[in-house]
């Protein structure tokens, strides 16, 4: 009977639980755009409604190097990230309508520590940790493609 009663209680548990809560697969069938920095090609997915922002790269094991996600929100604001449920070591970068570089941020895996732009922006790009140092890519750096493009119109 107890057993039968926790079984109850937890299958119950799990249908109040958010989607996003259960959900231990990462998202990797979201739209993609390409991006570019100086002479690099960054494959991106974008992360673009809330849920789809909120998994972001949560629950993956691995990131080939040139690719990376990027969230797009709807109005310019103060973003801020974290790692919750995010196995990789990723830098942010938080970006300007005009695909500007406000300011990078690296972030330690599995930590609820708040990463946060330096001034307003609508776009964060997250890369696996390390890949703008390699490539000598700073605050400023401008980031070109499709998303930009449309910003300016």
């Known amino acids: 009977m107890f057993q039968r009663l926790a079984a109850l209680l937890l299958l119950s548990a799990s249908f109040v639980m958010p989607a996003h809560a259960q959900q231990q697969q990462p ?14 090609k960054i494959d ?9 922002r909120e ?3 949560m629950f993956r094991k691995t990131m080939p190097q040139a ?6 929100f709807e109005q310019p604001a103060t ?3 974290w790692m919750r449920n995010t196995l990789l070591p990723l830098t942010a970068a938080f970006v300007a309508d005009d695909g500007r570089i406000v ?8 930590t609820e520590n708040s990463h946060c732009s330096e001034e307003p922006v609508r776009y964060v790009l997250e890369m696996n940790q390390g ?8 605050k400023g750096a ?5 998303l930009f493009s449309a910003a300016k119109r």
């Open 103 to 110: 300011n990078l941020v690296d972030m330690q895996p599995l």
């Open 142 to 146: 401008k980031l070109g493609g499709e």
């Open 27 to 40: 998202q990797t069938d979201l739209a993609r755009t390409q991006l570019s920095v100086g002479l690099y």
């Open 44 to 52: 991106t997915q974008i992360a673009q409604t809330p849920q789809q």
């Open 79 to 81: 973003q801020c990230f």
């Open 55 to 57: 998994i972001g790269l």
């Open 67 to 72: 690719e990376g996600m990027i969230f797009v």
């Open 131 to 138: 890949w703008f140092a390699k490539k000598n890519i700073k």
